[in-house]
């Protein structure tokens, strides 16, 4: 099997997540030329393991596609828009620990031009995104091992995150309803959520708008319990009012602003 470099990794890593990537941004991303993208590129188009497209390149289509990967091509745009926000909140040598949601998938690709980052997280993703980067140390937790999103649950990761004291939690949420709880649709994520947020200075829900007004069976915690609420839009008024209230900030774009 040929031999893949740190670039061509780097460009798998950014389609399969986004599904779609062009040359610009993946210059961007990795502080090269867009030649030296197109070079590296070039390799992983003759192994099908990316199609050409005007302006770069996209995933090949699988019928066998895991819902996890459906799920990163929902409310893309709202996700990569919230990711940013999320990400300006991070310091370099920060520690957090990051959730194995889509959501968070997308923040931690917005945190790859941080450095010195100390992440704990339950997520291979998450984990190959920001690992051998900038001088980052990861830290993953063990647990039976989800075949859907490469994620671990269960005791296991439990006990191994009550191990580290961090600056914040950066978790994804199933919904949030109109009572302003924060809920999921399983179980073992909302131990690991509320887990998570006993070890952090500050709780980080990054949600697009379509959680908002909407239910699941499981409640992780009320809006006491959030410190920080990053959205790709500006919420609802009673929402704000809610988050005045209980001392949680929520931010989302400037532009989102008007």
């Known amino acids: 099997m040929a031999l893949v470099s740190k670039y061509e990794a780097a460009i798998m890593d950014a389609l399969n997540l986004r599904g779609r990537v ?25 192994r099908g393991l990316a199609l050409r497209v ?9 019928t066998h596609e895991a819902p996890f990967h459906r799920r990163l091509r929902k409310n893309l745009d ?3 828009s919230l990711a940013r926000v999320a990400s300006e909140l991070i310091k370099d040598g920060d520690s957090l620990v990051i ?17 010195n980052l100390n992440v704990v997280t339950n997520s291979i993703e998450i984990a190959r995104t920001l690992a051998s980067r900038n001088g980052n140390q990861i830290y993953v937790t063990g647990g039976e091992l989800r ?18 004291s961090v600056d914040y939690a950066i978790l994804s949420v199933g919904a949030i309803n109109s009572s302003n709880e924060f809920l999921d649709f399983h179980l073992c994520e909302a131990e690991f959520s509320r887990a998570a947020i006993k070890q952090a200075r500050e709780s980080c ?26 959205t790709e839009t500006r919420p609802a008024a009673s929402f704000l009012e809610a988050c005045e209230l209980s001392e949680t900030r929520a931010l989302f774009p400037a532009e989102a602003c008007a």
Do not use: M, W
């Open 22 to 46: 062009t040359i610009n941004d993946l210059a961007v991303q990795l502080g090269v030329s867009g030649e030296t993208v197109r070079r590296h590129v070039d390799p992983l188009v003759k």
């Open 54 to 62: 005007h302006g770069g390149i996209t995933a090949p289509i699988s």
């Open 78 to 80: 709202a996700k990569r």
């Open 99 to 115: 959730d194995c949601g889509s959501t968070t998938a997308y923040v931690a690709q917005a945190l790859c031009n941080h450095s």
């Open 147 to 164: 075949a859907d999103d490469a994620a671990a649950f269960g005791k296991g990761a439990i006990d191994f995150i009550q191990q580290f």
């Open 205 to 230: 829900f990054v949600a697009d708008s379509s959680k908002f007004d909407s239910d699941a069976l499981i409640k992780v915690c009320g809006l006491d319990d959030v410190d920080i609420v990053v």
